[in-house]
C-alpha cells in the first residue's frame, strides 16, 4: 500500500512537473511578445496600461511554474520528453 502511494505521488509530480515546463514555454512566448510591444509602443499609447497588466500576469505565473518545477526537482523528479496528454492518459 505504501508502495503504491509512493508511485501515485511520484507521478503527480511528473505530470506537475510536465506541466509546469509546458507552462513555463508558452509564458516565455507571451512575456516575448508583450515586451516586444511594449517596447515599441509609446508611453501614451491607449493599449500600453493593458499590456503592463499582461506582462505582470504573465510573470507571476512563470514564478509560480518555477515553484512548482523547483519543488518536483527537490523530488528527484525531472519533466519527460513527452506530451503532457499522453502522460495523464496512461
Known sequence: MV????????????LTAAAAHDLNNE???ILSGVCGTLADLGPDHPSRQLLLQ???AAQRCAWKASGL????????????RDSLERLMAD
Request: proline share 3%; charged share 25%; hydrophobic share 45%.
Open 3 to 14: 508502495v503504491e502511494h509512493l508511485n501515485r505521488t511520484d507521478r503527480a509530480c511528473a
Open 27 to 29: 509564458l516565455t512566448v
Open 54 to 56: 499582461a506582462r505582470a
Open 69 to 80: 518545477l523547483n519543488f518536483s526537482a527537490r523530488r528527484g523528479i525531472m519533466p519527460v
